[in-house]
Every structure is written in structure tokens, then in C-alpha cells.
């Protein structure tokens, strides 16, 4: 076979997908950048944001954890003290700890005019008396009852101050 004189081929042209001159390099560049500042701009509209699954999705709370307490009574009201002469006496107890332990409990569920009367020696009394508030009669029955109806309570009675 005689040797063939070398033939020089034609370059072979590039798919259309693929930037073959420095124009379609620099167009393709400009499409893409353009196709990101777009989706940047539909996403910010939309209000997406790391770590929400859905834009539409309205918050949702948690609700708080059920518990066993009794409700909580609100801060006392402003007493006329002109004739506040009653408190209601919660309970006797053998030791001033018990005594401040109820006091602090007192406190807690709203009753913030909790106090203790420490046993007397000339009256023979041998017990610490907790009690709630200074009131006149009509107030110091209606917190007698609710201590004894809604924090338990049951042996809070008025007594005079």
C-alpha cells in the first residue's frame, strides 16, 4: 500500500451546550449569574429561611407543660386598713421551719401578707400560727374560703388580729 500523503482534518466543531468561544464563555457566565440573582431574589421574597420548612407554614407553639399546681392567685389589691382588724389564720404547726416552709408556699401562690406568730410563754401557747393578710370581715371570709376551696387549705379560718 503506498503511504498516504498526511491530510489534515478539520477541527471537530463543539456541542451547542459547550462554550466554545471566549463570546459564549462570557454569555454562559452572565446566564448563570443572572439564573443565581434571580433565585436568590424569588427565595428572599419568599421569605425562606434557614431552618423553617415551609414559607406558608404558620408558627406553631409549643404549649406550656401541664402541671399539678393550683393556679395562681393574683397579686393582692390595694386594702383599705381602716378597719382591717381580722387575718385569716392558715395553720398551727409545732416548728418555726414547717411554719416558714408554709409562709414561703404562701408566698408563692400570690399571698405575699404571709406571716407567723411565734408562741407565746404567758399565754401557754406552744404553736407557731401562720396567717394571711390583714382584712376587714367581709374580705378576710372570702379569702378564708378560697384558700380552703382552691390551694387546700382546709383548716383556714378568720380570726381577729
Excluded: H
Aim: some cysteine.
Amino acid at each position: 500500500m503506498p503511504a498516504s500523503p498526511s491530510v489534515s482534518r478539520p477541527p471537530k466543531p463543539s456541542p451547542d451546550w459547550l462554550p466554545a468561544t471566549p463570546r459564549r464563555r462570557v454569555g454562559a457566565l452572565v446566564g448563570g449569574y443572572v439564573v443565581w440573582v434571580l433565585s436568590c431574589a424569588v427565595f428572599f421574597a419568599l421569605g425562606v429561611n434557614v431552618g423553617k420548612l415551609s414559607p406558608f407554614a404558620p408558627a406553631t407553639r409549643r404549649p406550656p407543660p401541664v402541671t399539678d399546681t393550683p393556679p395562681e392567685r393574683p397579686p393582692e389589691r390595694a386594702i383599705d386598713l381602716s378597719d382591717a382588724r381580722y387575718a385569716v389564720q392558715v395553720a398551727a404547726v409545732a416548728t418555726a421551719d414547717e411554719a416558714n416552709r408554709l409562709v414561703a408556699e404562701l408566698n408563692r401562690k400570690g399571698f405575699t401578707s404571709a406571716f407567723v406568730t411565734r408562741p407565746a410563754a404567758e399565754t401557754g401557747n406552744e404553736l407557731y400560727l401562720v396567717k394571711v393578710g390583714l382584712y376587714n370581715l367581709t374580705t378576710a371570709n372570702q379569702v378564708s374560703e378560697e384558700l380552703r376551696r382552691d390551694f387546700g387549705f382546709r383548716a383556714a379560718r378568720v380570726v381577729p388580729n
